[in-house]
């Protein structure tokens, strides 16, 4: 079992900035694929940006040159920090684990709210 623990969501004005953290524990000895998905009301559940172990990242398309995902220096955690941010970014953004064996798992997400 692997445990995701999400952080740093919450209200920004137009323009501001946020920067999400996320750390697993447990079996992560098999992790591979660190990363974010993102659920506005209404709406489903959409890829943000993920890294693997290499360093490779992958950003929905739209977001790329606003966010960046990277790892941080703790073992386990990764962030996503968010520039320029949009009315229309605002979801509850989950962290994500993949894992060899294709083992998936979720944190309980937050919510990022981000005001006109």
């Known amino acids: 079992q692997v445990q995701l623990v999400e952080s740093g969501g919450g209200l920004v004005q137009s323009g501001g900035s946020l920067r999400l953290s996320c750390a697993a524990s447990?079996?992560?000895?098999?992790?591979?694929?660190m990363g974010w998905y993102r659920q506005a009301p209404g709406k489903e559940r959409e890829l943000v940006a993920t890294i693997n172990l290499g360093g490779t990242t992958n950003y929905l398309d739209s977001l790329k040159g606003r966010f960046t995902i990277s790892r941080g220096d703790i073992k386990d955690t990764w962030y996503l920090q968010m520039n320029s941010l949009k009315p229309e970014d605002t979801a509850v953004y989950y962290c994500y684990a993949w894992l060899y064996g294709n083992l998936v798992y979720w944190g309980q997400g937050t919510q990022v709210t981000v005001s006109a």
């Open positions: 447990g079996r992560t000895f098999s992790l591979y694929v």
